[in-house]
């Protein structure tokens, strides 16, 4: 029988997603699986990847995918996308596909892709490296500093100017930055599945909680048409079925800092049944003649 192989890793075992679409898929009788991709071994063949002889008894295998099954991936472990990759070179469907994955992982490509595409965005720039920026105008300061491959806002800094750039330690070579937008420490969060889009008012990520542990909870917003039509427009240029994207409300309009896929849908209740239902019709178009 055709299974669901939801693709995840240690780090996500504590967070609603993966689990909760788990628990969706199997309430509606979907068979789904959980494959962790953490301290997993695959030997590399003509014919695909597979376990060693002696990993196979261990029970340490990368999971036996089958043509008809379908892999959904929420991770960032690079051995787990590797295993994505693999399973679509054999011919297995994937929700979301690896190229779609890779290509909001690498940020500054994703903000070429987004300014090809008109999504608007901060005013952004590309560097070798952070000393290199101070030449900018100064209309273009405060920045916020960025990894090339951030996750979660983790290694963004903020510089107010060129002068911090020279005590600033910065380990990642590579940086993009984008101007800072003064939106009092609130953002928006759109949730995409196929085509249903929600909206969340959130604190920032970068915003530091006034108490240890303390974390304000996301409210519901409407999705106007602008919202929507930007949610969409970001799904489009990546080719992501499950995503989200960051948004600053700035006075001239929202602008997209992030992009991501398979999100956690945090305060969007209705999520998990979504996304099972988007990902059981892709099971039956994956086994349909």
């Not at 261990?58 to 960032?76: E, K, W």
Request: hydrophobic share 45%; net charge positive; glycine share 8%.
């Amino acid at each position: 029988m055709n299974r669901v192989v939801v693709l995840t890793d240690s780090r996500y075992l504590g967070q609603r997603m993966p689990g909760a679409l788990l628990d969706a898929l199997r309430a509606r009788d979907v068979p789904a699986v959980q494959a962790r991709a953490d301290r997993l071994v695959a030997e590399v063949r003509a014919e695909g990847i597979a376990a060693p002889e002696p990993i196979r008894e261990r029970r340490r295998a990368p999971p036996a995918l089958r043509p008809g099954d379908l892999v959904v991936p929420r991770t960032r472990n690079a051995f787990a996308l590797s295993l994505l990759l693999q399973a679509e070179l054999r011919g297995v469907r994937t929700v979301n596909r690896w190229e779609a994955v890779q290509a909001v992982r690498d940020k500054p490509y994703a903000v070429l892709r987004l300014a090809r595409a008109g999504v608007p965005t901060p005013r952004t720039f590309l560097a070798d490296r952070p000393e290199s920026l101070a030449g900018l105008p100064a209309t273009a300061w405060p920045l916020l500093l960025k990894p090339p491959y951030g996750d979660n806002g983790q290694g963004i800094v903020r510089v107010d100017s060129p002068r911090e750039l020279e005590r600033l330690h910065w380990p990642e070579g590579m940086v993009l930055a984008q101007q800072y937008v003064d939106v009092a420490g609130v953002d928006v969060k759109l949730y995409g599945a196929g085509q249903q889009v929600w909206a969340v008012r959130r604190p920032s990520p970068l915003r530091a909680p006034e108490k240890p542990g303390q974390a304000d909870e996301p409210v519901r917003l409407p999705v106007t048409r602008e919202l929507g039509e930007l949610a969409r427009a970001c799904r489009d240029v990546f080719g992501l079925e499950l995503y989200g994207v960051d948004v600053l409300p700035s006075p001239d309009g929202p602008l997209v800092v992030d992009v991501n896929d398979f999100p956690n849908y945090t305060g969007i209740a209705e999520a998990p049944g979504a996304v099972a239902d988007l990902v059981a019709a892709r099971l039956t178009e994956v086994v349909s003649p």
